[in-house]
C-alpha cells in the first residue's frame, strides 16, 4: 500500500473514501467475510493509500459494478486505473440508489478544535455529519455527504 498525498489522490482511493462509511455495516451482514478486508479498509483510510481495483471490487461488488457501468457509459473502456474525475462524478451525481445515496450541501459551521462534527444544510434543514477525513471545512462551502460522513468539499 503507497501512501499518497492529498494532490496525488487516485480515483480508486476516492471510491473507497466514499464506500468506507458502509465497511462497517457491510461487515456486520456478512457481505464482507473476511476480517482482513475489513482491516485493510481501516488501514488504507487511516494512512491514505491507494486500494487495489481488485480489494475495491471484492469488498464492495455492486458499487464497482454500477460504477463500471457509469464509466462505460461515459466511453471510458478497459483502464487500468480510475480516473479521478469520473469516480467524483459517479459518487457525487450518480449513486443514488440504496439506503444511503450520496447527498450535497452546505456547511453551516463545525467544531472549531476538532473539525470532526459538521452541522450541514440539506433540503431546507440542518443536520449533523462527521468529517472523518479531516478535510479543511469552511463555512458556506459545498460538500458530498455518504453515510453521514463528509467526504469532499468543493
Known amino acids: 500500500m503507497k501512501k499518497l498525498k492529498k494532490k496525488e489522490m487516485t480515483g480508486e482511493w476516492l471510491f473507497l473514501r466514499y464506500a468506507f462509511p458502509c465497511v462497517e455495516d457491510r461487515f456486520i451482514l456478512g ?3 473476511d ?36 464509466l462505460n457509459f461515459q466511453g471510458v473502456l478497459e483502464v487500468s486505473s480510475w480516473p479521478f474525475k469520473q469516480t467524483a462524478l459517479y459518487w457525487r451525481f450518480n449513486h443514488k440508489e440504496g439506503q444511503s445515496p450520496v447527498i450535497q ?4 459551521s463545525f467544531d472549531i478544535k476538532t473539525h470532526i462534527t459538521v452541522k450541514v444544510l440539506f433540503g431546507g434543514q440542518e443536520f449533523l455529519a462527521l468529517n472523518l477525513y479531516k478535510l479543511p471545512l469552511e463555512v458556506g462551502k459545498t460538500v458530498f455527504i455518504h453515510n453521514k460522513v463528509v467526504v469532499e468539499m468543493i
Open 31 to 33: 457481505l464482507i467475510k
Open 35 to 70: 476480517t482482513e478486508d475489513l482491516e485493510r479498509a481501516r488501514r488504507i483510510i487511516k494512512f491514505n493509500g491507494n486500494p487495489s481495483i481488485e480489494f475495491l471490487t471484492r469488498v464492495f461488488p455492486e458499487a464497482v459494478k454500477h460504477f463500471l457501468e457509469f
Open 105 to 108: 450541501a452546505v456547511v453551516r
